[in-house]
């Protein structure tokens, strides 16, 4: 399975913008970017996708570098509803090939007031 | 809205008993479910892929006989965790969704299972 890595944490102050990153550099040629987030006690929530180009809706904005070996998810203005833990995930575009998620440590997002 | 419901949310159990988790897809077919474990202050653990009609695949290290799925529906799949022990004791989430990974999962919220 291609593999991310992201940081453990990060910091950020509320209604400012947050840049997560997440490195990718083994990620095939078939692999979607997918962003997923987890508020305490709940289960994961998906928050974006992407394949080649750069991605917006109405939770975040998801940035894709020109080789595809490193994502950033945006969120434009932060607040403190967004504080959870972030996946970066790689899922295989060819139907019924690793359909299964799986999830790395990624990275603790705490919202300063 | 949500379109995985996870229940219960929330089940508190003597040491011995057999809890039973079931995971519904509400508007949408699911020939694929997965299960997941969480431990506090990590990553969720896939356990297992649930397949509907057939069985379950589960993940190495996790005990088939402990932890049984059945998926007869394409709508539900339930996990029984049998002679449920305190080490048990975690937060257990399921996913659904279809095959076309440009397509997101979707998750329940969760059940918190606690083994006196």
């Known amino acids: 399975d291609a593999k991310t890595t992201q940081p453990n944490s990060m910091e950020s102050n509320e209604e400012e913008p947050v840049h997560l990153p997440c490195n990718h550099s083994?990620?095939?040629?078939?692999?979607?970017i997918h962003w997923y987030r987890q508020l305490p006690s709940q289960g994961p929530e998906y928050v974006i996708h992407?394949?080649?180009s750069n991605v917006n809706n109405r939770m975040a904005s998801l940035a894709i570098a020109e080789d595809r070996k490193s994502s950033t998810l945006i969120l434009h203005r932060a607040t403190l509803r967004d504080a959870a833990v972030y996946y970066c995930?790689?899922?295989?575009?060819?139907?019924?090939?690793?359909?299964?998620?799986?999830f790395g440590k990624g990275t603790r997002l705490h919202i300063l007031p | 809205g949500a379109v995985v419901s996870q229940h219960p949310s929330r089940v508190i159990c003597k040491s011995g008993t057999s809890v039973k988790i079931e995971c519904r897809s509400l508007?949408?077919?699911?020939?694929?479910m997965f299960w997941y474990r969480q431990f506090p202050k990590q990553s969720l653990m896939l356990m297992a892929t649930?397949?509907?009609?057939?069985?379950?695949?589960?993940e190495q290290g996790v005990e088939k006989d402990k932890f049984l799925i059945n998926h007869a529906s394409l709508t539900l799949s339930t996990l029984t965790v049998t002679s449920a022990h305190p080490e048990d004791s975690s937060f257990y989430i399921c996913s659904a969704g279809t095959a076309n990974s440009n397509q997101p999962q979707h998750f329940g919220d969760g059940t918190r299972l606690s083994i006196l």
């Open positions: 992407g394949l080649t």
């Open positions: 083994t990620i095939s040629g078939t692999d979607y």
């Open positions: 649930s397949n509907e009609g057939s069985k379950a695949t589960y």
């Open positions: 508007d949408f077919q699911a020939t694929t």
């Open positions: 995930i790689l899922r295989d575009v060819v139907v019924g090939r690793d359909d299964k998620i799986i």
